[in-house]
């Protein structure tokens, strides 16, 4: 069992940054690829990145890709999403994911566990 806890979401201006950190509560999420997802008011919950276990493959969504960067640091068992020149479509609750399966991947249902969600706004 794996618990993921997502913090540094908040309210920026168009253009701005944030980022996003997931802390895994055990050392065996160290062993899993995890992932970024987010999901808009009234939309399906989209892929955004993921990252191998051993961070070397990752993944993006052609909408985040060259301004997101996702990284993980399995010392201290937490995963990085680095939102820069952030847009106003870019506001959705956002949920970091870990999965079991080897190697990158987007789909949704390959994710085995999934923390509560940290809001990102951007105004325009």
């Known amino acids: 069992q794996v618990q993921l806890v997502e913090s540094g979401g908040g309210l920026v201006q168009a253009g701005g940054s944030l980022r996003l950190s997931c802390a895994a509560s055990t050392r065996t999420g160290s062993s899993y690829t995890m992932g970024w997802f987010r999901q808009a008011p009234g939309k399906e919950r989209e892929f955004i990145a993921t990252i191998t276990w051993s961070g070397g493959s990752t993944s993006y969504a052609d909408s985040v890709k060259g301004r997101f960067t996702i990284s993980r640091d399995n010392a201290k068992n937490t995963v990085n999403l680095q939102m820069n020149s952030l847009k106003p479509e870019d506001t959705a609750v956002y949920y970091c994911?870990?999965?079991?399966?080897?190697?990158?991947?987007?789909?949704?249902?390959?994710?085995?566990?999934w923390g509560q969600g940290t809001q990102v706004t951007v105004s325009s």
């Open positions: 994911a870990a999965s079991r399966k080897y190697g990158t991947t987007w789909y949704n249902k390959d994710y085995d566990y």
